[in-house]
């Protein structure tokens, strides 16, 4: 795969996310697909829980879910961006009960591809940021520890 393949690739897939198409990722990720989330995630193995236990969960916490890239790179063996998520929290996002409040969550991905799907996904999220955004102040909380 070229460099370009791949961005294409990672931007096809972004508008699958955006548009809440479970079934649409067949066609980017290997079946048997590593996710290496934040902590509070974990990894997950394979697709369809990846699908289900992760995306599934995130349209629910996030009904109006929408993720961009601010800089994205590549080259025949890897994709790396960092962007931003933007929703209303209306459903339990790790622990969290629905706030109803708007969140501009910071993200930066992974991936790397074999024979043209993504085969693993390593995220990084600035929960500090998120749950400060959504009333909860993680540093206060691990201060009281």
């Known amino acids: 795969m070229t460099a370009e393949s791949n961005l294409k690739l990672i931007q096809h897939m972004y508008v699958a996310l955006n548009a809440q198409d479970l079934d649409a990722h067949d066609q980017y990720w290997h079946e048997d697909m590593i996710w290496h989330g934040p902590p509070g995630f974990g990894d997950i193995h394979g697709r369809e829980r ?4 992760v995306l599934a969960e995130f349209y629910k916490a996030f009904p109006d879910y929408h ?5 994205e790179f590549a080259n025949e063996t890897w994709i790396a961006g960092t962007g931003y998520l933007t929703g209303h929290q209306h459903g339990e996002y790790l ?9 501009k969550m910071r993200f930066s991905d992974f991936w790397l591809v074999v024979d043209g799907k993504l085969k693993e996904n390593w995220v990084m999220v600035d929960h500090v940021d998120t749950f400060k955004q959504l009333g909860v102040d993680l540093m206060a909380v691990v201060k009281k520890s």
């Open 50 to 53: 990846f699908k289900y236990d």
């Open 67 to 71: 993720v961009s890239h601010e800089i």
């Open 95 to 103: 622990g969290l009960p629905p706030t109803g409040l708007p969140v």
